[in-house]
C-alpha cells in the first residue's frame, strides 16, 4: 500500500513538473472551481428545509420561544416581522411537543384561554366579552385548519336573548379567509365555512354567515341563501352545464367540419326552485265487481190530491184558493231510491322534483363560410338537435349561420410562435455551437500540452542518454588506461545493471535539479568535439 501510494505520489510530481506556469494556474483553478462548487452542493443539499413552528406571536411569545430554542441548540429562522418561528422540517412536531410541556407559547390572546383567569370579580360585560372572542379565536383556529386557509378572523354578533319579547334578534357572522396568492376557496369550502360557523353558534342561521376573501370578494350569495345554495353555486351549475352542452356540441362540429371552423355558444334556463306535487286518482272497477253496499227505499201514495192539506191553486196574492184547481178525484204517487257504495281504487302520488331542472336551453353556432361553404347550415342545425335533444315546446332555440372568421389575431399569434420558436431553435443552436467550440479548445489546448510534454519528455530522454553515453565513454575511457583487462571485462559484465541504474539515478537528478542539468548540458554542447 505504501509503495502504491509513494508510486502515485511519485508521478503526479512528474506529471505537475511536465506542465508549464500556464497549464499549473489553469490546473489550479480548474480544482478551486470544483472545491467551490462541491462546497456549495454538499452545503445546499445539508441545509434542512424549514417550516412554521408558531405563528401570529405576540412579542413575549416570540422572545421565550427564541430563547428556548437557543437553550435547546435547535436552529430556526423569523418571518412576517418575527410573529413566525421557523424550524428545520423534521423537527416541527418534536419541538412544538417539547415547547407546549414548558407552557410556551404562554400568552395567548385567542381561544377558550381567555376565560382561563376569569374571576367572581369580573363583571358580566368582560364575561360576555371574553367569551365571545373565545369564541371567535376557536372558530379562526377550525377555519384555518382547511385545506387553503393561511389565516381565518372571525366575527360573531351575538344579541341578548330577551325573555319577554317574541322578537328576537338573530345573530349573525362574518368571516374572512386569507388564500394563497392566485387561490381561491371552492364552492364545497365555502360551504363548509358557512356550516361550521352555524353548528358552532346556538341559533345561528346559515343564511346569516357572511364568507368573503382578503381581496374583498364575497364567497357567499345573500340573495340565494346559504343554506338553499350557498356561495355562488347556482351560477356554478349553470355555467358546468353550459360548458358541457358546448363541449358536446363542439366535438360533434370539430368532427365534421374540422377544428377551429366553428364556435358554439349556449345558454341554459336551470330551475332551482324545489317543488313538490301531490296527485290522487281515483279509478272506477268492472260492472262485475258486486257493490260495497247497497240501500234501497220506496215511497208510495194513494188518495185525493187536496184531501189531506185542503190543497187549492195559489192566489195572486200569495193566498191559496181552496175552490180552485182541485176536481175531487183520487190520485196516486211512487217514488224509489238505490244508494250502492262501490269498491274505488285509489291512487296517492307525491312527486319533488329536485333543483337544477332545465327550462330551456338557447344553442347558437357560427360555421365558417370560407372553409365550411359545401356544408349545409340546416343539416348542421338539424344534427345539434338530435345530439342534445332541443325541444321547441320546451322554449328551446338553435341557431346556425355561417360567416367570415376574423383570422387576424390567429395569424399574428401563430407567427409570434414560429418566431419564438425560431428564435429557442436559434439560441439552441448557438448553445451548441458554444459547446462544440468549448470543447474543441479544450481538447486542442489538451492536444498542445500532451504534444509539449511529450516532446519535453523526449528531449529528456534524450539528454538523458547522451549523459549516459557521454559518462559511459568517460568511464570506458578510463577504465582503459586505469584498469587492466580483466577489470573490463567485470566493467561489461555488469554493465547492462548498471546502465539501468545510471539512468534512474539520471532521471531523478533530472527531476530535481533541471537546471544545473540544463547547464551541464549546454556546456557539454557548446564545447568542441
Known amino acids: 500500500m505504501r509503495t502504491t501510494l509513494t508510486g502515485l505520489l511519485t508521478r503526479a510530481r512528474r506529471t505537475i513538473a511536465t506542465l508549464t506556469a500556464g497549464q499549473r494556474a489553469i490546473a489550479l483553478v480548474g480544482a478551486a472551481a470544483l472545491l467551490v462548487g462541491a462546497f456549495l452542493v454538499v452545503r445546499w443539499a445539508s441545509t434542512p428545509s424549514y417550516a412554521p413552528l408558531f405563528s401570529d406571536l405576540s412579542g413575549a411569545d416570540a422572545s421565550a420561544v427564541i430563547e428556548e430554542l437557543d437553550a435547546q441548540g435547535i436552529p430556526y429562522e423569523l418571518s412576517n416581522g418575527g410573529s413566525t418561528i421557523m424550524v428545520p422540517r423534521s423537527d416541527v412536531y418534536s419541538t412544538r411537543i417539547a415547547l407546549s410541556g414548558q407552557g410556551l407559547p404562554a400568552a395567548s390572546d385567542s381561544g377558550y384561554s381567555l376565560l382561563d383567569d376569569a374571576d367572581l370579580s369580573t363583571s358580566e360585560f368582560k364575561e360576555q366579552t371574553d367569551f365571545k372572542r373565545a369564541m371567535e379565536g376557536e372558530l379562526s383556529s377550525t377555519i384555518e385548519a382547511i385545506d387553503g386557509v393561511e389565516t381565518a378572523v372571525v366575527r360573531l354578533t351575538l344579541p341578548e336573548k330577551e325573555v319577554f319579547s317574541d322578537d328576537q334578534t338573530e ?9 394563497p396568492q392566485g387561490s381561491t376557496l371552492a364552492a364545497d369550502q ?5 356550516h361550521l360557523v352555524a353548528s358552532s353558534v346556538e341559533r345561528l342561521d346559515p343564511e346569516r354567515v357572511t364568507v368573503a376573501d382578503a381581496t374583498g370578494t364575497m364567497l357567499t350569495d345573500p340573495e340565494a341563501g346559504n343554506g338553499a345554495g350557498s356561495t355562488n353555486v347556482r351560477a356554478s351549475a349553470v355555467t358546468e352545464f353550459q360548458d358541457r352542452m358546448e363541449a358536446e356540441i363542439q366535438a360533434v362540429l370539430d368532427r365534421v367540419v374540422g377544428a377551429g371552423n366553428a364556435i358554439t355558444d349556449v345558454t341554459a334556463d336551470l330551475n332551482f326552485d324545489t317543488s313538490v306535487t301531490d296527485t290522487r286518482t281515483y279509478e272506477v272497477p268492472d260492472d262485475d265487481v258486486p257493490p260495497l253496499a247497497e240501500s234501497r227505499s220506496t215511497e208510495t201514495y194513494s188518495g185525493p190530491a187536496d184531501a189531506a192539506d185542503g190543497g187549492g191553486i195559489v192566489g195572486p196574492d200569495g193566498q191559496m184558493d181552496p175552490g180552485a184547481g182541485g176536481t175531487g178525484d183520487d ?17 296517492r302520488e307525491r312527486r319533488e322534483a329536485a333543483p337544477g331542472e332545465v327550462d330551456s336551453i338557447h344553442v347558437g353556432v357560427v360555421l365558417d363560410a370560407a372553409r365550411t361553404a359545401t356544408i349545409d347550415p340546416d343539416h348542421v342545425e338539424e344534427l345539434i338537435t338530435a345530439a342534445i335533444g332541443i325541444k321547441p315546446r320546451r322554449g328551446d332555440t338553435i341557431e346556425v349561420a ?26 439552441r443552436r448557438n448553445d451548441i455551437l458554444m459547446a462544440v467550440a468549448v470543447f474543441l479548445g479544450i481538447a486542442l489546448l489538451v492536444l498542445l500540452a500532451w504534444l509539449q510534454a511529450r516532446r519535453r519528455t523526449k528531449r529528456r530522454e534524450e539528454a538523458t542518454t547522451y549523459v549516459v553515453e557521454q559518462l559511459r565513454a568517460e568511464a570506458a575511457a578510463r577504465a582503459a588506461v586505469e584498469a587492466p583487462v580483466p577489470a573490463v571485462a567485470a566493467l561489461e559484465a555488469v554493465e547492462p545493471d548498471e546502465n539501468a541504474q545510471l539512468q534512474d539515478e539520471l532521471r531523478a537528478l533530472v527531476e530535481r535539479q533541471p537546471e544545473d542539468v540544463a547547464a551541464l548540458l549546454r556546456g557539454w554542447l557548446v564545447e568542441p568535439r
Open 171 to 179: 345573530p349573525t357572522a362574518s368571516v374572512l379567509v386569507d388564500t
Open 190 to 194: 365555502v360551504q363548509a365555512v358557512v
Open 331 to 347: 190520485s196516486a204517487y211512487e217514488n224509489s231510491e238505490v244508494t250502492r257504495d262501490n269498491a274505488v281504487n285509489e291512487t
Open 402 to 427: 355561417a360567416m367570415p372568421f376574423d383570422r387576424s389575431a390567429e395569424e399574428a399569434a401563430a407567427a409570434e410562435i414560429a418566431a419564438a420558436e425560431a428564435a429557442d431553435a436559434r439560441d
